[in-house]
T-cell receptor, first 117, second 112 residues
Framework: GAVVSQHPSRVICKSGTSVKIECRSLDFQATTMFWYRQFPKQSLMLMATSNEGSKATYEQGVEKDKFLINHASLTLSTLTVTSAHPEDSSFYIC?????????????FGPGTRLTVL | AQSVSQHNHHVILSEAASLELGCNYSYGGTVNLFWYVQYPGQHLQLLLK??????LVKGIKGFEAEFIKSKFSFNLRKPSVQWSDTAEYFC??????????FGTGTRLLVSP
């Protein structure tokens, strides 16, 4: 099956610093990738849609200046949490669709655990 | 906006027991439906999906789900669970182009 990787798997940073998370589709190209946030014991909440060659689309309530998304190539999307604060601590997961348009199946990365001190 | 409800937050079963996890969605139009599983310490994996056709879909590891349009439901079933099925199960609906809306998840614990 398709493989999506994320790096790093865990990161601890100080409040006020920025953290970059990478999402890669290893064996297929993805013009679109999705970034989710998962709080403890809760479901995945879609944050934004990353589009190769164009601006990301953010869900309502997600600050685009705080969560910067860059879809640099057909296999790489990055999420940068800028000026991180403790409330940004969470599990961040990316996914990439593979398949026919409109019936794509999403493949998920293993997630990145961010802890902001 | 689309919403997905999973009624069982925690389920505890003994091995060989039958499983049914409920999932209801709110959108009345054409939908694509998914069940994902997250084993402890692992990433989300697709169990099964429904796009069209036979409303009874079979997935991996003996799981199946039935799409009942009149009830806006897509319940997950397995006749006989195993200890290795201990995991968290998420129902999801495709809202528009590729975007997924997830339910809150159900934690299943299967005791040996």
């Amino acid at each position: 099956g398709a493989v999506v990787s994320q790096h790093p798997s865990r990161v601890i940073c100080k409040s006020g610093t920025s953290v970059k998370i990478e999402c890669r589709s290893l064996d297929f190209q993805a013009t679109t990738m999705f970034w989710y946030r998962q709080f403890p014991k809760q479901s995945l909440m879609l944050m934004a849609t990353s589009n190769e060659g164009s601006k990301a689309t953010y869900e309502q309530g997600v600050e685009k200046d705080k969560f910067l998304i860059n879809h640099a190539s057909l296999t790489l999307s990055t999420l940068t949490v800028t000026s991180a604060h403790p409330e940004d601590s969470s599990f961040y997961i990316c996914s990439a669709p593979k398949g026919d348009e409109g019936t794509d199946t999403q493949y998920f990365g293993p997630g990145t655990r961010l802890t902001v001190l | 906006a689309q919403s997905v409800s999973q009624h069982n937050h925690h389920v505890i079963l003994s091995e060989a027991a039958s499983l049914e996890l409920g999932c209801n969605y709110s959108y009345g139009g054409t939908v694509n439906l998914f069940w994902y599983v997250q084993y402890p310490g692992q990433h989300l994996q697709l169990l099964l999906k429904y796009f069209s056709g036979d409303p009874l879909v079979k997935g991996i590891k003996g799981f199946e789900a039935e799409f009942i349009k009149s009830k806006f439901s897509f319940n997950l079933r397995k006749p006989s669970v195993q200890w290795s099925d201990t995991a968290e199960y998420f129902c999801a609906v495709n809202e528009g182009f590729q975007k997924l809306v997830f339910g809150t998840g159900t934690r299943l614990l299967v005791s040996p």
